[in-house]
């Protein structure tokens, strides 16, 4: 096999020496444009993780990364003048030129042919005489623009500027360090690559090989706008230097920063839908990027080199090897982006949290990706972590999670909501006996809040035939049945009642018959903001006159004094998902030309028409929440700001927390799914708005909840399929965690289930069998 390189970085570099040293046979050439010597940035960090898959696919590189690797444990946060050291986390730093010289030694050594100072020929020409050719050639690879219509890149800029500059001193530690100018928050983001101050912390001095000057890489960012008002964009290289070596002279102890060719530039995530054509295949920062902020740009494109050296080792064709390769990369990379466009956006979004608590700030910092959680930081540094809950409130021995929450006159006693699910199984509108056991054996498992799902206000604005309802008497009195089961049975969990109307998404079967599908007969009309139909083959909704916007809150102010009277402890209303009152918030479903439709200030008129009334009727002690949808995931649609003045609204009309989810809106959304997904839409309202918010979508364990709480990104969660899968969610979330307190407590009669139980003989006690402890 001939095999066709472009590009010397660490990951064409190491691509090259693994494909050589696993079949001596093949005939390796890499051309790189730059002379051996050049390169941009200074240090490079990797993973134990990666580390480890290098120690395992060639020794030789890992032994000598071992002897210059400069290692270290701590974070550092300083913010207001203040450090906060969060230490356990382990961190391995090289300098980049050396990992490089590594890396040209080896190749060398295996008798692969190295061009420095030549461009790669063209891609036509390497295909044609070669067996693979593997484009590294990185974020502004000419293999992917030349070619976009085959690999269907998609580059997305970001809001700050950074640069890549060096001091000639070690950090004592990762360090994070915030400038509050004049002109707008900066921040520095710094970490060793040489030996260790002299004057660092001996308890968690890095190790590594000692150089007399010492080096760290030290990055400034700042959002755009910063960074013009500030005047980088009129000052010349050296300035720029020079000034951010003034905004953190403290950081830097008074030393100057240097420069590489550094410039000022906008971090471009790089997603690709394909890889491969033919015998092209992209690597590294060619196919993809992750933000600075988590460490991953050489960290990915090593271990894009492993992956596909060993595909091509175990399948027997190229075609097989490069599928095989894409197929098991994607995911991994589209996890590391995820994180690191969580990070880079808690970045671009630093000054909402200045005004936190510092030692909760700090945690909001150091778990912003979501891949540092608080089981895990309590594992690496429990010492810090215990003094994040104690500022935060916690009593000792309790988790964030466990702690109580006031809504208004009613005050949960855990930050667990069991979120609303549409069961589908009413008759007639009237709960029964399903929902009896539903909601009951949810209220059982120890959740703070149990919300019912959508009860929708009339017989038109059911979803299905199989929706529940609150426009009757003989609805009411059922639903009273479920509140009273909850109340004597479950003390201490609270019920509330989410009531919605469907507007253009009603009239459709059941779930599990065909999700959104019109029924096959009994059809009733719809009506909504716009006479515009969910999907193809969905009924036209008729545009609500003003006459009919009246008889729809008045139903809304019937079924919440029914609700008041069934015994709910809180309200809910839908504005979420598309449905009636959603389709009157977002542009994509309003065209309205009158005093309900156009600006966002229209748009809220008649769903705030509606709180009102409902509030009107509501008892004041009791809380109301409203669900929106955040986004809708759809161009031209609800923005993160409309989200916030839709916030700001309900609040100043009264609402006491806001539930926020997103989508479900146009059918044509394209929502980009992950754990927690929807949470930073929930914590950009809850800082920028000022309202408790309840955050929901794909939080699935109650570590997730403890740190999104504790970090101050949210103060209730909502869980549904967790609780569908485990009713007793809440009281094994305290079990795991050896809690036992009032933010828990067991109904009597399961008491004696209150302990995990053994699940087998792996949970049996062991002998001793070895003579040395």
């Known amino acids: 096999m001939r095999v066709a390189i472009i590009g010397g970085g660490p990951g064409g570099l190491y691509a090259a020496a693994l494909l050589k040293r ?43 990364l071992e002897r210059c690797f400069v290692r270290w444990d701590d974070i550092d946060i300083v913010h207001r003048g203040t450090r906060y050291t969060s230490g356990g986390h382990g961190f391995a730093a090289v300098r980049r030129r050396t990992l490089l010289n590594i890396l040209h030694e080896r190749c060398h050594a295996l008798g692969v042919k190295i061009h420095f100072g030549t461009e790669a020929p063209p891609l036509e020409q390497l295909s044609a005489t070669h067996d693979l050719v593997v484009a590294a050639d990185g974020v502004h690879s000419a293999t992917r623009q030349g070619h976009a219509e085959v690999f269907r890149p998609r580059v997305t800029a970001h809001r700050c500027r950074y640069i890549w500059l060096a001091a000639d001193f070690a950090f004592d530690a990762f360090r994070f360090e915030i400038a509050e100018t004049e002109h707008g928050v900066m921040q520095l983001h710094g970490y060793p690559y040489a030996h260790p101050s002299p004057d660092h912390h001996p308890s968690t001095r890095p190790s590594g090989p000692q150089n007399q000057s010492g080096a760290s890489t030290v990055i400034i960012e700042m959002r755009e706008e910063v960074w013009r008002a500030a005047g980088f964009d009129e000052l010349a290289g050296q300035e720029s230097v020079e000034r951010c070596a003034k905004i953190f002279a403290d950081a830097l102890r008074g030393r100057p920063l240097h420069s590489n060719n550094s410039t000022w530039t906008t971090f471009r995530t790089v997603v690709t839908e ?42 027997p064709t190229l ?28 970045f671009e979004n630093l000054p909402l949290y200045l005004g936190q608590p510092p030692r ?25 972590t215990e003094a994040v809950e104690r500022e935060f409130g916690c009593p000792p021995g309790t988790p964030p999670m466990f702690t109580p929450f006031r809504l208004r006159g009613l005050t949960l006693r855990n930050r667990v909501v069991v979120s609303p699910m549409d069961m589908y199984s009413a008759v007639d509108g009237v709960p029964g006996d ?15 809040l149990v919300m019912t799902e959508m009860v929708c206000v009339s017989a038109e604005g059911r979803i299905t035939p199989g929706c529940a309802g609150l426009y009757t008497g003989r609805q009411a009195e059922a639903w009273r049945r479920v509140t009273e089961f909850v109340h004597t049975k479950a003390p201490g969990t609270a019920i509330g009642v989410q009531l919605g109307h469907s507007g253009r998404k009603g009239s459709t079967k059941l779930m599990w018959e065909g999700m959104d599908e019109p029924l096959a007969e009994g059809n009733w009309p719809l009506a909504a903001a716009s006479p515009l139909p969910y999907r193809p083959g969905s009924q036209t909704p008729r545009e609500l006159s003003r006459a009919q916007l009246t008889d729809i809150r008045e139903q809304f102010s019937a079924a919440a004094w029914r609700a008041a009277r069934a015994g709910f402890d809180l309200l809910e209303l839908h504005c979420a998902h598309g449905y009636l009152l959603s389709g009157f918030l977002s542009p994509l479903t309003n065209r309205r030309t009158d005093a309900y439709g156009g600006s966002l200030e229209k748009r809220l008129r008649f769903p705030l028409e509606v709180f009102d009334a409902v509030r009107t009727v509501w008892p004041a002690e009791r809380p109301m929440t ?20 839709i916030a700001r609204a309900f609040a100043a009309h009264g609402a006491d927390a806001i539930d926020v989810s997103t989508g479900q809106v146009v059918a044509e959304e394209q929502p980009e799914f992950g754990r927690s997904y929807q949470t930073p839409f929930a914590d950009r309202i809850r800082h920028e708005a000022g309202v408790p918010v309840i955050a929901v979508g794909a939080i699935s364990s109650w570590d997730d909840v403890n740190s999104l709480v504790l970090a101050g990104r949210t103060d209730l969660c909502a869980l549904a399929r967790p609780h569908l899968y485990d009713p007793h969610w809440t009281l094994h979330a305290a079990a795991e965690q050896g809690y036992e307190g009032p933010g828990a407590g067991w109904p009597a009669p399961y008491r004696a289930g209150s302990r995990r139980p053994q699940t087998g003989r792996t949970d049996a006690p062991k002998p001793r069998l070895t003579l040395d402890g």
């Open 434 to 448: 399903f929902h009896l056991v539903h909601l009951g054996a949810r209220a059982l498992g120890g959740a703070g």
């Open 22 to 64: 696993l079949d001596p046979a093949r005939e390796v050439t890499l051309w790189e444009r730059n002379a051996p010597d050049e390169t941009f940035g200074f240090g490079v960090v990797l993973s134990d993780e990666t580390l480890g898959g290098i120690e395992h696919a060639d020794p030789v590189v890992y032994e000598a």
């Open 626 to 645: 409203v669900r929106i949808s955040a986004t809708d995931w759809a161009e031209g649609g609800t923005t993160a700001e409309d989200a916030v003045g």
């Open 360 to 384: 909760q700030f700090a945690f909001n910092l150091l778990t912003r990706s979501r891949r540092v959680t608080h089981d895990n930081l309590r594992l690496r540094d429990s010492r810090f």
């Open 319 to 346: 075609p097989e090897a490069l599928a095989a390769y894409e197929e098991e990369r994607k995911p991994v990379v589209a996890s590391t982006q995820r994180a690191a466009r969580a990070s880079l956006e808690w």
């Open 274 to 315: 394909r890889w491969s054509h033919g015998n092209v295949v992209l690597l590294g920062d060619a196919a993809h990027t992750a933000h600075f902020s988590i460490g991953s740009g050489t960290k990915l494109a090593v271990e894009d080199a492993l992956a596909l050296a060993a595909c091509l080792r175990e399948r």
